[in-house]
């Protein structure tokens, strides 16, 4: 049965095997990832990848954890910072730059694995809700601090408007990816920036 690592060589060897599976499922989707290629591109034997996995669908889960955290922690220095209109609107263009140096190419890996598995693989669809649910609680932080000082009014529903954010920056990747143009993004986060932005108090 495939276990966990016990030892910290065990730990590399298990994470190269997942970071060149995810490396090859972002640039040509999970169908078209052989699990022969992802020994290939991590320089690993099969009996290392069976020894961690069972199949190609734990392996599959294993991604959607390595990427969520990735992103996770790839975001939460620039979230932390927020604490102003100014910082929300400089996330965006950084999120909006990130996709110009990628050509528009990538889009959210997540989203990405959410458009091929939802509908065919019910564990890998669930481990996706929770990494858009973790996306969303995060959100969710800065919204509540911009509440707190005075930028949103008291009664705005942080939670719900945490998820209207999201769908804002998940429907502007997509686009953005399938245009190959960044200003998709950029319309889709002028319009969340906007709509967050109305629900000020008054002066």
Known sequence: MPEEPRTERGRRTRERIVA??????????????????????????????YHYFADKQALVRAIIAWQTTTIMDGIAEHLAAIDSWTGLDAWFDALVAHQQALDCRIGCPIGSLAAELADTDEPARQDL?????????????????????????????????????????????????????????????????????????PP
């Not at 699990?35 to 990848?49: G, I, M, N, P, T």
């Open 20 to 49: 060149a599976a995810a490396g090859l499922v972002e640039r040509q989707g999970v169908e078209a990832t052989s699990l022969d290629q992802v020994l290939a591109e991590a320089r690993a034997s099969k009996s290392q990848l």
């Open 129 to 201: 809700a929770r990494s858009f649910d973790a996306w969303a609680a995060q959100l969710r932080t800065v919204l509540d601090r911009l509440r707190d000082r005075g930028l949103i009014r008291a009664d705005a529903d942080t939670a719900t408007l945490a998820q209207s954010t999201l769908a804002a920056i998940q429907g502007g990747l997509l686009l953005a990816k399938t245009t190959r143009d960044p200003q998709r993004l950029r319309a889709a986060l002028t319009a969340a920036g906007g709509y967050l932005r109305s629900l000020a108090p």
